[in-house]
């Protein structure tokens, strides 16, 4: 097994952006078997330089402790904690997306077992903590408490990792299956759901 060496910073609180692709709590991001929850956060310019700045200072931090040297770094760290944002067509935007993660299971000391661990988001709009099963939907206004942590495996494999605790929602998109609005069928919302018969082909 690598030999990974970690490095944790200072927690904080990011700047208020926009939430794309939660899966936290109710929701898992599940890949190569780790499962984790995840949420991926657009910031305006200048909350977007913000966390650059969180990040590059972190990571010039991990270069010059004694636990990383000799280690070869890569060129583009970023990729670990942001990206550019892409449309549909693949063409980069002009922003970055910045991808909070962390662990959604843990092991219980006292009995060994795998346990599902519980992220606090608090919804400053209705003033009260979500349940677990209430997910953040895209385009929700959220802030989140994170830890930077520099994490080295190889000359390859190394970077900076913003690993979450706390999510605050200030304006709150609930993730849903669809919406009400049928008016691109010619009905309203007062109308009653059609069978296949009553619908023209």
């Not at 669809?178 to 010619?186: A, L, N, Q, T």
């Amino acid at each position: 097994m690598a030999n990974i060496i970690s490095k944790s910073f200072n927690a904080g609180v990011s700047p208020k952006g926009k939430a794309m692709w939660a899966k936290i709590n109710s929701r898992i991001d599940e890949y190569e078997g780790k499962k984790k929850y995840s949420i991926d956060v657009i910031f305006d310019k200048g909350g977007e330089q913000k966390m650059l700045d969180v990040i590059n200072d972190a990571l010039d931090e991990a270069k010059n402790s004694p636990e990383y040297s000799g280690k070869v770094w890569r060129n583009d760290t970023d990729r670990l904690s942001y990206h550019p944002e892409t449309d549909k067509d693949g063409n980069e935007t002009g922003s970055l997306v910045f991808h909070f993660q962390t662990k959604a299971f843990m092991t219980d000391r006292e009995t060994g077992e795998e346990v599902q661990k519980i992220i606090p988001v608090f919804s400053n709009e209705e003033k009260r903590k979500l349940n677990k099963d209430e997910s953040i939907g895209n385009g929700s206004m959220v802030r989140v408490k994170f830890t930077p942590s520099a994490y080295w495996m190889n000359k390859s494999s190394n970077g900076i990792n913003l690993y979450l605790s706390k999510i605050v929602v200030d304006k709150w998109v609930k993730f849903g299956g669809g919406d009400d609005d049928f008016s691109e069928f010619g009905i309203g919302t007062d109308d009653a759901f059609l069978s296949d018969e009553d619908i023209p082909i």
